[in-house]
């Protein structure tokens, strides 16, 4: 069955990098368009980063850009979210989602604090 596993969470202190992963399985990865998005608490879920299913074209947020990269292995099923420069306000739960399909991960928490 279709199954996306995010991990590379975890805290960091403002300023600092993190490097989501999301492996995906069960689908033809190579033909879908993949997200990350993120949900705040108390907020609504936004679109973080989306890459098309080659990789040759992405599309970003505003409040990430020129600071998160999105990419992808289409060998190793896996889609990745370099993060830079992170403010408090990253502070998020953040999923990946094949924009293809419509199916989410169960997400990675990522905090930004000092």
């Known amino acids: 069955q279709v199954k996306l596993v995010e991990s590379g969470g975890g805290l960091v202190q403002p300023g600092g990098s993190l490097r989501l992963s999301c492996a995906a399985s069960g689908f033809p990865f190579s033909y879908n368009a993949m997200s990350w998005y993120r949900q705040a608490p108390g907020k609504e879920r936004e679109l973080v980063a989306s890459?098309?299913?080659?990789?040759?074209?992405?599309n970003y947020g505003d409040s990430v850009k020129g600071r998160f990269t999105i990419s992808r292995d289409n060998t190793k099923y896996q889609v990745y979210l370099q993060m830079n420069s992170l403010k408090p306000e990253d502070t998020a739960m953040y999923y990946c989602?094949?924009?293809?399909?419509?199916?989410w991960g169960q997400g990675t928490q990522v905090a930004v604090s000092s």
């Open positions: 890459i098309s299913s080659g990789g040759e074209s992405t």
């Open positions: 989602k094949s924009e293809t399909r419509g199916s």
